[in-house]
């Protein structure tokens, strides 16, 4: 064999034997919507699967990819591949030039999952999160919206579940004659204030467990702070009337920022949330009581 032949084949066999890697594990290549191509998922067990699929009138985009989590968590793995940002790009010019579109963001989880997070269940807190980075990414919050579904099982890959992110393109209902225009964002605060979310802690207590109202309350803010860009929480702390006033304030303040943080967490901007104390000054119940004191030691979560 000729040292010219030699050389051809090896540029040959490198060609290929790069197409077969590409093949392989480029896993966030794009697909034409068109094709009806199935996707292929590397899961143990059986259970649904979304790709990150954006379907609209004057927008197309598919990519076998999709947003991904851990089993039992809200917080999206990185990174994120150049499709999904791709197409998240994609979205935001196409959100910028509807006036009148938005984009619906439903996130999933499974009934064996375990709802750590704040919301009424495990797939509303990832469709959350998911909405915070389209947010980070320029995405006006007021073209979102987000809504979790459970679902018996769900397409996994040892303890990481695959693309439980669903998007929706609709048009925003416009207002007939002689109606309101859109939703009604003062009667929302009024009803989250009427019967704001109140929060009670023991001595070093490091977590929240929340009560399905509780959860929905929480949502409800959400909803409310990504459609009324003024708008903020405002967590307030306060106490019984043990000990003098200077260090229940400041008991209180730590109460209300255990409660900020606590939010924070769960995907709530810090910037959005102001945390204030009023120490034993506002009780809501007899002091003169161990009842009436451990319901004054309370937190305070409405909308300002």
Known sequence: MSKKVAYLLGILLT??????????FCCGCCKNPNSGQEVAVEANGSGEYRNFNLNGDGLKYESYDNFRFTKNEFGHLLPI???????????GEF?????????TITGY???????????????????N???????SKGIASDRLEIDGQIKDAWAMNVDTVLGPIDFALS???????GEKSGEDWNALKEKINANPLILYFNTNQSDVNLTAEERQKVADMVKYLDHVSTANISAVGHTDNTGDRANNIKLGQGRADFAKQYLVKNGIPDAKIISSSKG???PIADNATEEGKAKN???VVSIQ
């Open 95 to 103: 959100l910028t030039k509807g006036k009148n579109q938005k984009c």
């Open 109 to 127: 989880c499974t009934s064996a999952e375990t709802n750590t997070s704040a919301f009424p269940n495990l797939g509303f807190a990832r469709a």
């Open 171 to 177: 048009e925003i209902m416009q207002a007939k004659p």
């Open 297 to 299: 030691r309370r937190t």
């Open 15 to 24: 060609i290929l034997i790069g197409t077969f890697l590409y093949w392989k």
């Open 280 to 282: 034993p000054d506002v």
């Open 129 to 135: 999160d998911v909405k915070n980075y389209l947010i």
């Open 81 to 91: 591949s150049d499709s999904i940002n791709f197409g998240i790009d994609q979205l």
